[in-house]
Each structure stands twice: as C-alpha cells, then as structure tokens.
C-alpha cells in the first residue's frame, strides 16, 4: 500500500527491521483513503510483545469491522530506529500507511504496565503529536488511552484527550462514531471532547479540576462543566459469547512473546486475593461458552496457520466447563498436530488426566502461586491455598514423573514479619524434602524447585491500596534474608529489582502532579523502562527531585481511608465499601469465599443487573 | 508420493524478513493450506520443508525454492491452487512440480541495482582479474580472490549507478555472498538492491 523506499535507508540501519514494515499475513485493513475516520492503535512497547497483546488485536478488529473507519498499528521503535528517525528527521509512522501519527484523526494507546508511561510520552513526541492534551488544536489527533492501567487514569492525564475506562468492545466504537460525525460537522475540539465525556465509560481529564491540600493529598476533585458525570462508570461486556472474536488476525513474521492463537476462556476471577488488581477491576466473573471458543479457535487456526493455542484468562481451573472444552477441543487439535497450552493450573484429578492427554500440559513448566510463606499471611492475602495442598499437588506431580517446578512469592506484603520469609524458604525445603521421600526413577538430577519472589506493590481498586510499599531497603534486607534462608541447591532463588518495583509503585498509586515528571523524563531521553538495559532508578530520583515530587509520598505512605484517592472518580463496579472491609478483615487475618462459595457483595453484579457467579449476587453488605 | 518442489518469490517488504523467520511463515502457510502435510518426527513436530539456499536479510529473489512433502496423493493442480491461496505478501507461488533429485544447487544469477560512480567500462574489466576481498569467518580474516567464484553475466548504466547481473557460486561449502562482490568495489559502489533472479543445478 505504501511506498516504504522513503524509510528504506533507516529500515538497513536497524537490527531487526521486521519491526517496522508490516504487511503481515492476515494485516489487511480498510483503504485509509476512503475511510471517514483514520485511527493509529499504539502500543507503548515493542514490536515483539505488542503484536503479543490480544487487546489491541480485539479492538482494532472491532474498528476495522465498523465500515468507516480504518485502524493501523504502531509500536515503541526500539533506540536503534528512534535514532534513525531523528537523524533522518522522519516521523514515528503507521505501519500500513507509513503516514505520521500527526495526521491520524484519532490515535489511541493501550496501558499495559505503569512503566510504559515514557514509551507513551516518547511515542507521541516522535510522532509530531503536540505532547500535552491542553496544547493541542483542532487539526491535532485525539488522543485516546484504555486497559488496565487507565484505571487509574491520573499520573498520565494531562498527555492524554480521553480515557476510555473497562472493556472497550462497545465503547470503542460507540466513540469512534461520534468522532466521526464531529470530523463530518466540524464540531471544535473542545465541543468533541465535551460530547465524549456524555458517553458512558470516558474520562475527558480536561473536564474534571484537582485542588489538593496543603500535605499533597486530593482536597477536591470535580467536574469544571455542567452535566459532565462526577464518576466515570466501567464499561463490560455482559454476554462474551456475543463479543467480536479476533479470529481473522494477523501472524507476525518475527517471533514475538505469545505467538500463537489465544483463546480467552472467561473475563474476571470468582476469588479475591487482596494484592491483585486484575481481580477486582475484571469483576464481575463472566465465561464464554465452550462452543463458541471451538468454533473461535477451528477458524483461528485455518486462518492463521499457527501450530499453538493457548488459554488466557486468570485462573484457568476456575472455568466450570473446562472438561467439556478439552474434550471438544483435543480430537481435532491432536489431529491437526496443534498443540494446547494451559497455563497456570490448579493440579487435581482433572489435571493428571490432562497429563495424559495432552502433551504440551506435559512439556509446560509446572507452576504454583502461594505468594506468601506462612498460613497466615496467605490469610491475610485472601490465597486460599493451604500448605497441604500444596505439598499433595506437588507429590502428585512427582509421582506423575515430574522433578521442577516454580513457585511464586510477593514480599513486602502488608503485615509481613522476617517468620513470613523465613517461611518460604521452609515451604521449599518441604517440596524437597516431599521429593525424596520416596524412591524416585528418572532424571537422575533430582528435584528442582525454583522460587520467583516479586516486591509487593500496592495497586489501586484493591483492597491493599491503602498501604505503603516496604523501603527499598527493607525489600533488600528481606531478599538477602530468604537468600540465607536457603539452604539447599535443589532451590534456584530468583527476585525482581525493588528500585523497579517502586517506580512502579509510584506511578501505580499517583496523581496528576506526576504528569511534570512525566514530562521531565522525556527532556531526559527517558523510556524503556521496562526493560532493565534503560531502566535508571538514579535518573528517576532525579527527575523527581527536580520535579519537587516526593516518590515516598505515593510509594511508602499509608493512605488514609478516610482520603480522596486519586482514582476515586472512577467506578469499577466493586465498592470502595467492599474495598474497605476487605482491608479490615486482612487485618484480622480472616478470609473471604470465593464468589462460587458465597457473594460477599462486592457490588459488581450490579454491572450484570443483579445477575452474578451466585445468581442474584446476595448482598451481604 | 514423491517430494513437491515449488517455486516462489520472497519480494518487496519480504526482503526486511530473515531466513529463519521466512521458514516459519513457510510452515504456517502450508498448514494453512490444508493440505495433508507431512510432519517431522519427534516432541515438537512440524511440516517438513527443505528450503534451496537461504536469502540474507535485505536480500530479494523471485525463484526460490523449497521442497514438502504430502502424505496423500494429491493432483498437483490442486497443490498449486491451495498453495496459492495462502501466500503472504510478497510471497507468490510461481510454479508447483514434482521434484527431481535433491535441491542441489551449483550456481545462482544475481541481478546488483547499484549506485556508483564507476565507469561501465572500469567495472565490467574488474571481473577479469583477480577480486580479492576480505573475507570473515569463525576462522577469522583472511583475504580471499573472489574472482574464481564470480561470472559477470550482464551490466548496464543507469542514472546514477549500474545494473549487473552476475552468475556466483552456490555450492554447498563454496557459497558466495554477493555482498562480498560490491565489499569488493568498497566506497565506490553501494548496494540498493539485490535479488537472486535464478537457481541453478
Ligand atoms: S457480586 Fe458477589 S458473586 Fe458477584 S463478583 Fe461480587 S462478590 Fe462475587
């Protein structure tokens, strides 16, 4: 479609020039000439883990469906071509019609991870797009940004136009209309971004004033127009088996992280763990049939010519029909020599079936999340995984012929104590000691056990958004604590960098005043900091320094309850209510049902308009 | 039934795409296809393909070929047309046959769209003299004469450069790089294109 000579002396500079021409199989879109709408979907990060991203391959798909618009790709161009791009003074461009980013109507990101923010910043910059929503003018793009992290839309609001706030299938195209009708009235900027905030489910940041108390913290946050709704409400999709399945999508010719079909099984997660975000934003729990994800992934496949597909939603266990979609599912994809991959499974009698059956179950690393070392932190978490279990599934595996696994810990949990560490080193030991219990054959190098321990961060909409992240310190004392702890080469221990964890922290739970860091990180040639090779927790303290912005003031410090949180505008269903009682009971040590079990009256099904994984969501409130 | 042999073109943005990443959209197109597709052995089983000579990255061709196999007797019409509705861009299917012996290939015809300011007449006559080069390998450096390797089949005068076709060795052991033949003009000369037009036997 594009004459890609004009970027051909960039594309021989660069290592994998893959990146940035398209035209893979299946990429087709609408001639951008004859659409009335032109949109760019962004993700803020490479390539390789972009064109991983269901998400963007769901929306952009629902776009391109409507008729009228025409929905391209860009990703984060990795240093090696921002180089090129600035040296040979040229845009960030689409990868269809290699036009800049400048000249689309709308142009949209997807927020992922707190720590693409500069990838975001950066990417409008490189794309001729005016970098701050308060200085752009009617010829510019909108700028739209969606997924988990725009729930807590703020650290980022002042370079974005309008946030689109939960599942987009419907929203997205509802907005798509009316940018449409505006771009075909002439309707002014300012006039366009007032009409989008009456539909439900946006956030317009410009509309809305923050005034803050003298300590930093949110005295007031209102809207600055009339009729423009003081809570932003999340928008689902109540009937999945009627939601747009991605099933002609494209196949990157690179190898990117999930390079296969992937099948989204269910939306939400019926249990309640305290740390997650992803449980409580998703709520309520929804499934899709099991005939339709047949049906969705027979034609994935003869579409796509993968060999792989792979379940995605939370906790597969979970999925009350599992058994019916295997069994539907295994006669033609062992016919088809494609293999089924099913992450994160509870082991039980149904899983050493599946050993059986399905060979990639087999070859996939066994895996276990207990994220804390004793009984009552787990408790205090809400994990409803007892030791014993673990240890049986454990001992299953290992009589299934088994000998690694990976177990997945948090610390800086709130109301850890050095037992809690001390405690994980002491499970270890436990499935170790499980192993040689018996006489085992095969391998011949004997269990083992990797243990992965992350630094909790506090996220918001959970019930743990009131409390402070551990010290950098504290993490480290307590990562070379469990380091001593270990006494046995049959555990690998693995722990992720705090600093990161922190900066993620910060961003998790900021505010508005975060968006002059933002900026200031951009002066400074900052983004990447995914990855640890860009990554500069110095430059970050430095920023912030220069910013006046204390990070401690959003990473180490409890919230009060009683506080205006910075999210608080936005309704994701699940109650601050619910929230708050869930707190006191981790306080307690006391944990909840899942929502099979019994509701707790999270507020949720009042999305589903009562309907819940309970029926009637029974409110205990 | 015996090993398909197809001819193909790896074309236009295709040249952006390594080998090996071309061989995994080779795979995916022929299961694709539909046809009944020989598998490899083995825990990670996948069709079985034997492709003629790798392309470099940034390099073009318009006769390639690879060798597959069906387990089933299928017409070769048949083949061609379902080959030819899972192609990918720059991609075309050229021709479907059965194979004869083993894709051993001795030679290959390179068409070099170059920019220059060197004479036609100065570069047609290096081509006949020695053309040492240096040459990289796990060895290390060693200076190599390249002319042994190299034909000049053809070479014209453009606006600012020259067209040549030249016919390089592509045997196995002796293969030649043509990007070592504009190394061998150094500053002079700068590749913009290059696309391996031919296979030989
Ligand atoms: S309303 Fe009840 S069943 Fe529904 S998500 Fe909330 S707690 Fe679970």
């Known amino acids: ?621 | 039934m015996p090993d398909i042999r197809v001819t193909f073109t790896k074309l236009d943005k295709l040249k952006y795409i390594s080998h090996l990443d071309l061989q995994r959209a080779i795979h995916r197109m022929l299961v694709r296809s539909g046809l009944p597709i020989a598998y490899s052995e083995g825990f990670n089983p996948h069709p079985r393909l034997n492709i003629a000579l790798p392309l470099s990255i940034y390099q073009e061709g318009e006769r390639e070929l690879f060798d597959f196999r069906v387990v089933n007797e299928v017409a070769l019409d048949e083949i061609e047309s379902r080959l030819k509705a899972s192609v990918f861009p720059g991609m075309d299917v050229v021709k479907v046959e059965l194979a004869v012996g083993k894709l051993a290939t001795k030679h290959a015809i390179w068409r070099l769209e170059t920019v220059t300011d060197i004479p036609l007449d100065e570069f047609k006559s290096a081509f006949e003299s020695a053309m040492p080069v240096l040459k990289r390998s796990k060895a290390g450096e060693k200076t190599v004469d390249i002319q042994p390797m190299t034909e000049l089949v053809s070479a014209e005068s453009t606006e600012n450069g020259i067209i040549a076709r030249v016919k390089l060795n592509a045997a196995g052991n002796d293969y030649l790089n043509p990007s070592y033949v504009a190394a061998f003009f150094g500053e002079r000369l700068k590749l913009v294109r290059t696309v391996r037009e031919n296979i030989i036997f």
């Open chain 1, 1 to 621: 479609m594009i004459d890609y000579e004009k970027y051909a002396p960039l594309l021989e500079q660069v290592e994998k020039p893959g990146r940035y021409v398209g035209s893979e199989y299946g990429s087709e879109i609408p001639d951008p000439e004859k659409a009335d709408l032109r949109v760019c979907f962004c993700f803020p990060d490479t390539y390789e883990i972009g064109m991983s991203n269901l998400g963007i391959k769901i929306l952009s798909g629902c776009l391109n469906n409507t008729g009228y618009v025409s929905c391209e790709r860009c990703y984060m161009p990795w240093p090696d071509m921002r180089d090129q791009l600035i040296k040979h003074n040229m845009p960030l461009y689409a990868l269809e019609s290699g036009d800049a980013l400048s000249e689309f109507d709308a142009v949209a990101f997807t927020l992922q991870y707190e720590l693409c923010y500069t990838n975001v910043v950066a990417m409008l910059g490189l794309g001729n797009i005016k970098l701050l929503s308060k200085d752009r003018s009617d010829s510019d793009p909108i700028i739209i940004a969606g997924g988990p992290c725009a729930y807590n839309p703020e650290p980022i609001a002042d370079f974005i136009d309008i946030f689109s706030i939960g599942e987009g299938e419907d929203a997205l195209v509802e907005l798509a209309s009316l940018l449409r009708e505006c771009k075909k009235n002439g309707v002014s900027r300012e006039e366009t971004l007032y009409r989008a905030s009456q539909l439900k489910g946006f956030y317009v940041p410009s509309l809305y004033d923050v005034e803050y108390n003298d300590d930093g913290t949110i005295r007031s946050f209102v809207p600055n127009r009339e009729n423009v709704p003081a809570t932003v409400q999340k928008r689902i999709i109540e009937n999945l088996d009627e939601v747009y399945f991605p099933c002609k999508c494209s196949v990157p010719f690179l190898e990117t992280v999930h390079d296969r079909v992937m099948l989204e099984v269910f939306r939400g997660c019926i249990r309640g763990c305290r740390f997650c975000q992803a449980g409580m934003i998703y709520r309520p729990y929804r499934e899709k049939s099991p005939e339709v994800l047949n049906e969705n992934a027979k034609t994935a496949i003869a579409h796509s010519g993968y060999s792989e597909i792979s379940l995605t939603s939370l906790s597969i266990s979970d999925y009350t029909r599992l058994r019916e979609l295997i069994d539907g599912m295994l006669p033609w994809t062992n016919a088809k020599n494609v293999n089924l991959s099913l992450p994160s499974m509870r082991i039980d009698n149904f899983y050493e079936e599946l050993l059986e059956k399905v060979s990639s179950v087999r070859k996939s690393g066994l895996t276990f999340a207990p994220e804390a070392g004793t009984q009552r932190l787990r408790d205090v978490i809400n994990k409803n995984i007892t030791e014993e279990e673990i240890l049986t599934a454990c001992e299953k595996a290992f009589d299934g012929g088994r000998s690694s696994l990976k177990l997945y810990f948090m610390n800086g949990l709130p109301t850890e104590t050095d037992d809690d560490i001390k405690g994980i080193a002491a499970l270890g030991q436990s499935i170790v000691d499980k192993y040689y219990s018996k006489k085992r054959f095969g391998g011949g190098r004997g269990v083992n056990v990797t243990v992965s321990v992350s630094c909790f961060v506090p996220k918001p909409f959970t019930p743990f958004q009131w409390e402070a992240q551990d010290s950098i310190e504290e993490l480290e004392r307590k990562q070379q604590l469990l380091k001593g702890e270990i006494k046995t080469k049959k555990i690998s221990y693995k722990y992720h960098d705090a600093r990161v964890s922190r900066i993620e922290a910060v961003f998790a739970r900021g505010d508005r005043k975060l968006g002059r860091a933002l900026l200031e990180a951009y002066n400074r040639n900052m983004m990447l900091d995914g990855w640890d090779e860009y990554f500069s927790y110095d430059k970050w303290i430095s920023v912030f320094e220069d910013c006046g912005i204390d990070p401690a003031f959003y990473a180490n410090r409890e919230f009060g309850l009683d506080e205006i949180l910075p999210w608080d505008f936005i309704d994701i269903g699940v109650t601050k209510k619910f929230m708050k009682r869930e707190y006191e009971k981790s306080r307690q040590a006391v944990t909840t049902p899942d929502c099979r079990t019994k509701c707790s009256g999270c507020g949720a099904s009042a999305l589903c308009n009562g309907k819940c994984v309970c029926d009637g969501g029974e409110s205990n409130a």
